[in-house]
């Protein structure tokens, strides 16, 4: 039979990150030792309270459809949450539980989106973001960031890109790939600036929880009329679970519960109830420790990258990514990458996967391996730079 996919297939791009991982495997398979410095998942595995409520929760037959909304007590804690967290007041019916940050990002892009409207992003950003709005028949509008922005949005740069059919900004704070955090003034001012222009805030707070610099702030401490996406993935060491929210403005709640009855009916019931033990007092001091060990990770990693000779122009605040300059080693990332992978036995991702804003000049580092590894990694990188 022959294949014949639909118009919007040929504008979606393979995750290429996915690719690299599953060469690296191969390589691994065919008996190589390899460094994983590629993928964005914790190398930590889920807490041990949140299994054994998962557990428990098979045991206990929690295995049928929860409301379309989620777990009215996975909601409750993570109202508290941000309550006791980072002291906003947060209605539980604002807060809907979603197959992961994936899913609460396909979920509110649906709700917003009509063919032709655009949504404004960072380049470069999260790569499946654009293709969520191809999906709908929209259109992705990049805005080029850089160590000069520190690689995030800010409101002076939207005057350039701004036309009639921006429907939506779509910021990431912490992003992946840079790690950076938006100021909040700057969060502030881009608000103003959507709502006054008709648009609405998307806000990926996916890598919240992972944040080195304090005081750590949501936007929802801005605004209640954002719509703010997390995760259980990266913070909770849940990514397998695949479990996630968004919290909306309270008009929307309406369209977003219609629209997750159809699109996946709920998020599964035994990764909800576990994910409720994920706000105990003794998951929190696993996972803070755990934040610890990626700070140090990431403060080991900076000064040896550049001892390479990669430039970190900016200290990431957050998230476990390191978006190095390597255009003193190479005019091709990719190629680089590649050879990296081959000759010296480590896997990275090359900028390529993030966008089209100087993609060959730069290369993504995750610290998601321990620190053993990372050094092994380094000096695999030094003896193939040393050539
Ligand atoms: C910025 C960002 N948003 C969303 C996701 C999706 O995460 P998940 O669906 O596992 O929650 C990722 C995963 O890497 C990410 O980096």
């Known amino acids: 039979m022959q294949c014949k996919h639909a118009a919007h297939m040929d504008k979606i791009q393979p995750f290429r990150v996915m690719q690299l991982l599953a060469e690296a495997r191969k390589l691994e398979a065919e008996g190589r030792s390899i460094i994983h410095m590629e993928v964005g998942e914790p190398d930590f595995d889920t807490p041990q309270p949140i299994i054994e409520a998962g557990i428990q929760a098979l045991k206990e037959g929690r295995t049928h459809y929860t409301p379309a909304t989620g777990e009215m007590a996975l909601r409750q804690a993570i ?224 000064p040896e990258l550049e001892a390479l000779g990669f430039k970190v122009p900016i200290i990431p605040d957050g998230a476990f990514y390191i978006y190095a300059d390597c255009s003193a080693l190479t005019d091709d990332s990719l190629d680089f990458c590649q050879q990296v992978l081959h000759q010296a036995g480590v896997a990275i991702t090359p900028g390529l996967d993030f966008g089209d804003n100087h993609p060959q000049k730069y290369i993504r580092f995750a610290y998601t391996t321990d620190l053993d590894s990372l050094k092994e990694g380094v000096r695999r990188l030094r003896t193939f730079i040393a050539g």
């Open 79 to 302: 109202s508290d949450y941000y309550r006791q967290q980072l002291h906003i007041d947060i209605a539980v019916e604002r807060i809907l539980i979603t197959p992961g940050a994936s899913g609460a990002l396909q979920l509110v892009l649906s709700v917003l989106i009509n063919p032709g409207e655009q949504v404004v992003m960072a380049d470069p950003g999260y790569p499946c973001n654009r293709n969520f709005v191809y999906l709908l028949g929209g259109e992705p509008v990049t805005v080029d960031v850089s160590a000069q922005t520190h690689f995030q949005i800010n409101a002076d740069l939207l005057p350039d890109v701004w036309t009639e059919q921006c429907r939506a900004l779509l910021l990431a704070s912490p992003s992946n790939p840079t790690g950076t955090i938006i100021a909040r003034k700057d969060m502030q001012a881009m608000i103003a600036y959507a709502h006054d222009h008709d648009a609405v805030v998307i806000v990926d707070e996916i890598y919240q929880g992972l944040c080195y610099q304090q005081p750590v702030y949501s936007a929802l401490e801005l605004s209640d009329d954002i719509f703010v996406i997390n995760s259980f993935s990266k913070y909770f060491g849940m990514t397998g679970w695949r479990l996630g929210w968004v919290v909306a403005p309270e008009g929307y709640v309406g369209d977003l519960d219609k629209l997750a009855q159809n699109l996946y009916l709920a998020a599964s019931t035994p990764a909800q109830v576990a994910a409720i033990s994920a706000f105990n007092v003794e998951t929190v001091q696993i996972l803070q420790q755990r934040v610890e060990i990626y700070r140090q990770r990431r403060d080991y990693l900076i």
